[in-house]
């Protein structure tokens, strides 16, 4: 069965402080894997879409890298409004659902 | 151009009864799927929806159902609620890319 997991579960960063968040997934046949961002009570916010290894996409202080078996979400100089959970989700070629990891939840201290 | 929308926005329900949850997709995007999520975890499937048919179904019960409508939108219907199914229940539209725009999502309450 395909399957996601993030890693760290929480991560408390001060502001200005550039970390890399994980996703690990098993998938069969890659489709495409998908960043979001989520806030307290919301919906999940769409940031990238990864389709294949070597893959590199960017947005502000985001940037989004895949191998094939994991992304990491790099974080430069965040800033508390970067503050949120990041979810990552994959789509295998076996179905149409999205399978999510239970995310991380990020904190930046000002 | 609008998000996906959904309604209503909170919802408390008494275990036994019967809800309807509605949502509307981007104007252009024809797929609509439908996830639960509980406090602390991410988004579990429950169905897609393409063109008014079923694409799609996650490990769900019987008592979860979906429909989708000629204009695109859809609603999901949970029936004889249990105190499990208190959830944020969210809807997504895809573009013909297959990316997935989430709406705000519905707060459902079953007490």
């Known amino acids: 069965e395909d399957q996601v997991t993030q890693s760290p579960e929480a991560l408390r960063l001060q502001e200005g402080e550039s970390s890399s968040l994980n996703c690990s997934y098993t998938v069969s046949g890659l489709r495409g894997l998908f960043w979001y961002r989520q806030d307290p009570g919301k919906g999940p916010e769409f940031l990238f879409t990864?389709?294949?290894a070597g893959e590199e996409k960017e947005k502000e202080r985001l940037k989004a890298t895949l191998t094939k078996k994991e992304s990491f979400l790099h974080i430069t100089a965040p800033k508390p409004e970067d503050s949120a959970t990041y979810l990552c989700?994959?789509?295998?070629?076996?179905?149409?659902?999205?399978?999510f990891g239970t995310g991380t939840s990020l904190t930046v201290i000002p | 151009d609008a998000g996906v929308t959904q309604s209503p926005t909170h919802l408390i329900k008494t275990r036994g009864q019967h809800v309807t949850l509605r949502c509307s997709p981007i104007?252009?995007?024809?797929?609509v799927s439908w996830y639960q999520q509980v406090l602390g975890q991410g988004p579990q499937f429950i169905f897609q929806y393409y063109e008014k048919e079923e694409r799609g179904r996650g490990n769900f019960p019987d008592r979860f159902s979906a429909r989708q409508f000629p204009n695109y939108s859809s609603e999901l219907n949970v029936n004889a609620l249990l105190l499990g199914d208190s959830a944020l229940y969210l809807c997504?539209?895809?573009?013909?890319?297959?990316?997935?725009?989430f709406g705000p999502g519905t707060r459902l309450t079953v007490t």
């Open positions: 990864l389709y294949s």
């Open positions: 989700a994959v789509q295998g070629n076996t179905g149409n659902q999205f399978y």
């Open positions: 104007s252009g995007h024809k797929s």
């Open positions: 997504a539209s895809s573009s013909p890319w297959n990316e997935q725009y």
